[in-house]
């Protein structure tokens, strides 16, 4: 159930993911070539046709990204060369909703530690959604997750990378 859930709501953005993946692959590689790391993330935004990165401090990005200071903006197509012997930059992008402006990720790296507060079914459902796309997300093929307590439906969806527990007693150091 939760694999066609996966299939069925994942497929209209399959295209625009793999467009962010290449982009941001295409960003790490601009900036392993100039020997740094690239800037630090710490939200995007994905709009039909194009992504804008939201930097944590002001930064000069490489062509063809386009912006000034925090903000740069790249189109989405295929254009951009499939960068395969780059590590992902922001492994922990995920996404955290949408609007008119499209849909909005968040580094979680960045970020640290994360709360979530509120509606506990809503809460819990995003702390679900997130799993989810932390072990299905190709930026995030080096991430391994670990749920505990909750998302027992969500184990099939990668057994290598996403492991559940139902309580914090049945972890091993």
């Known amino acids: 159930a939760v694999e066609k ?12 993911i793999e467009q962010l993946n290449r982009a941001l692959n295409h960003l790490a590689a601009a900036y392993a070539n100039a020997g740094r790391p690239p800037p630090a993330l710490l939200t995007a ?20 990204w386009t912006g000034s200071g925090r903000e740069w903006t790249i189109r989405l197509d295929d254009s951009l060369p499939d960068e395969l012997d780059v590590l ?8 955290i909703g949408c609007d008119e402006a499209g849909v909005h990720l968040v580094n979680l790296e960045q970020l640290g530690i994360v709360a979530l507060s509120g509606d506990p079914d ?3 459902g995003l702390a679900r959604h997130i799993a ?10 080096l991430v391994e997750v670990t749920v505990i307590g909750f998302g027992d439906e969500l184990a099939p969806l990668d057994q290598v990378r996403l492991d559940h527990h139902r309580d914090g007693n049945q972890i091993v150091p």
């Open 45 to 64: 935004t994905l709009a039909t046709g194009s992504v804008t990165l939201r930097l944590v401090h002001d930064g000069e990005l490489p062509q063809p």
């Open 122 to 124: 809503r809460t819990i």
């Open 132 to 141: 989810a796309e932390l072990a299905l997300n190709p930026w995030s093929t």
């Open 5 to 16: 859930t996966v299939f069925v709501a994942g497929a209209p953005l399959t295209a625009p």
């Open 88 to 95: 992902p930059p922001y492994p922990m992008l995920v996404t």
